[in-house]
């Protein structure tokens, strides 16, 4: 059983930056694809960015240029890396993984861009 563990959720003012990590139980390489996903209330949960086991990066266009996506295979931990927060950015995050068509989700941590 996969567990996925987020942490660095919290409140931040427009404008302003915040780090989120997903720490994985098992080796990160293992996945095919690692990645955010977030849900606004009243929201479906959207694709926010992801990294496959090759590198590879893809980015909602909302946060294009804001939004960077990250890993260290050695902490067994991706990073959500965002900047320039805007209000709507403002959901629950989730961490995603895959291993072919299994999916694994963190709990979710809350993302707050208020003044």
């Known amino acids: 059983q996969v567990q996925l563990v987020e942490i660095g959720g919290g409140l931040v003012q427009p404008g302003g930056s915040l780090r989120l990590s997903c720490r994985s139980s098992?080796?990160?390489?293992?996945?095919?694809?690692m990645g955010w996903f977030r849900q606004a209330p009243g929201k479906e949960r959207e694709l926010v960015a992801t990294?496959?086991?090759?590198?590879?990066?893809n980015y909602a266009d909302s946060v294009k240029g804001r939004f960077t996506i990250s890993r260290d295979g050695a902490k067994k931990t991706v990073y959500l890396q965002m900047n320039s927060l805007e209000p709507e950015d403002t959901a629950v995050y989730y961490c995603n993984a895959r291993i072919l068509s299994r999916e694994s989700w963190g709990q979710g941590t809350q993302v707050t861009v208020s003044s």
């Open positions: 098992i080796n990160i390489f293992e996945f095919n694809v």
């Open positions: 990294i496959n086991v090759g590198g590879k990066t």
